[in-house]
C-alpha cells in the first residue's frame, strides 16, 4: 500500500461545483503539502501544514481551502471550481529531518469542464 | 519570488546516450535537490545536495552543487528507456522552515 494516498485518483466535474480531494499518510509525517501540475509549469504549491494547527497559504491558495483533520490527513477543496483549475494535484510529506526530501501521493486528475 | 531555471523543456536522447541537465537560479541555495516523475506517479527524490561543490552519484546517476551556490546540474550516464520521465531540479534555501522551489522541469524522452 502507498505511505501517502489520495482519492479520487481522477474526477471530472462541472464549473461551479465543490471538490474535495483528500490525501492521507502513513508515514507518521507532520508536514503536508498540495501542489498543482501544469504542462511546462512545474509544481507550484497551493496550501501547507506543519502540524495538525497549522496552516499556511502557497503561491497559488486563491479559489482553494484546505483542512488539517488529523496528522494523517490534509484535504484540499476547491468551493466552487473553474475550467482553470483542471490540472494535477499532487499530495506530499515531509519528515521530521528537513532535509528537503517530500513524499508524493501518485496524484488527483482533475477536469472541470 | 525565487525561481529555479530549467530548460529546455524536453529533451530527446538515443538509448545508450549521456545526457546532463543544468539547473541555475540567481538566489543562493543551501541544498539542492533532483526529483524524477515517472509518467502516472508522484514525484520520488532521485539525488540531494548539501555542500557548495558536492559531487554525489546514485548508480548512473551523477550530480553536483555549484560551487557559487546558485546552480546544480545532473548527468544520467548511458540511458536506458526506464530513464523517460520529468526531471525537476528543487531548492531549499533557508532554515528548517523553509519550503522546497522547484524548476519547472525537463521531460526526457528515450529512443531504444
Known amino acids: 500500500d502507498a505511505d501517502v494516498t489520495q482519492t479520487p485518483r481522477n474526477r471530472i466535474t462541472k464549473t461551479g461545483k465543490r471538490i474535495m480531494l483528500e490525501c492521507s499518510q502513513t508515514k507518521g509525517h507532520d508536514r503536508m503539502y498540495w501542489y498543482r501540475q501544469d504542462p511546462g509549469l512545474g509544481l507550484r504549491l497551493i496550501y501547507y501544514?506543519?502540524?495538525?494547527?497549522?496552516?499556511n497559504k502557497g503561491e497559488i491558495s486563491d479559489g482553494y481551502s484546505v483542512s488539517r483533520q488529523a496528522q494523517a490527513k490534509f484535504s484540499l477543496s476547491l468551493e466552487s471550481a473553474i475550467p482553470n483549475q483542471t490540472a494535477l494535484y499532487f499530495c506530499?510529506?515531509?519528515?521530521?529531518?528537513?532535509?528537503?526530501?517530500?513524499?508524493f501521493g501518485e496524484g488527483s486528475r482533475l477536469t472541470v469542464l | 519570488g525565487q525561481q529555479l531555471n530549467q530548460s529546455p523543456q524536453s529533451m530527446f536522447i538515443q538509448e545508450g546516450e549521456d545526457v546532463s541537465m543544468n539547473c541555475t537560479s540567481s538566489s543562493i541555495f543551501n541544498t539542492w535537490l533532483w526529483y524524477k516523475q515517472d509518467p502516472g506517479e508522484g514525484p520520488v527524490l532521485l539525488i540531494a545536495?548539501?555542500?557548495?561543490?558536492e559531487l554525489t552519484s546514485n548508480g548512473r546517476l551523477t550530480a553536483q552543487f555549484g560551487i557559487t551556490r546558485k546552480d546544480s546540474f545532473l548527468n544520467i550516464s548511458a540511458s536506458i528507456p526506464s530513464d523517460v520521465g520529468i526531471y525537476f531540479c528543487a531548492g531549499l534555501s533557508g532554515g528548517a522552515n523553509s519550503k522546497l522551489t522547484f524548476g519547472k522541469g525537463i521531460t526526457l524522452s528515450v529512443r531504444p
Open positions: 501544514s506543519f502540524d495538525v494547527k497549522d496552516i
Open positions: 506530499a510529506t515531509q519528515g521530521g529531518s528537513y532535509t528537503g526530501e517530500l513524499f
Open positions: 545536495l548539501y555542500k557548495a561543490g
